[in-house]
């Protein structure tokens, strides 16, 4: 399975939980932290809005960019 498609499924259905594995896990992204406490208080703040946005943001995720919604660079 594709990296994406894994991050993109652990975050969508399991929220901060599915970041936090993705940390500890072959699947967080080289050079880059999930941003799991984000998840975590965003979500709770935005009534869920936020960790669909970076879910599906997963999808698109682009290493080369300096930033990219739910994970910050090492």
Aim: hydrophobic fraction near 45%; glycine fraction near 8%.
């Amino acid at each position: 399975m594709d990296n994406k498609l894994a991050r993109f499924l652990l975050t969508f259905f399991l929220g901060w939980i599915g970041s936090l594995i993705i940390n500890h896990t072959s699947l967080k992204p080289a050079g880059h932290t999930s941003r799991t406490w984000a998840y975590f208080i965003l979500g709770y703040i935005t009534l869920g809005i936020y960790p669909l946005v970076a879910s599906i943001c997963n999808l698109t995720f682009d290493e080369s960019k300096p930033s990219n919604i739910g994970y910050i660079n090492d």
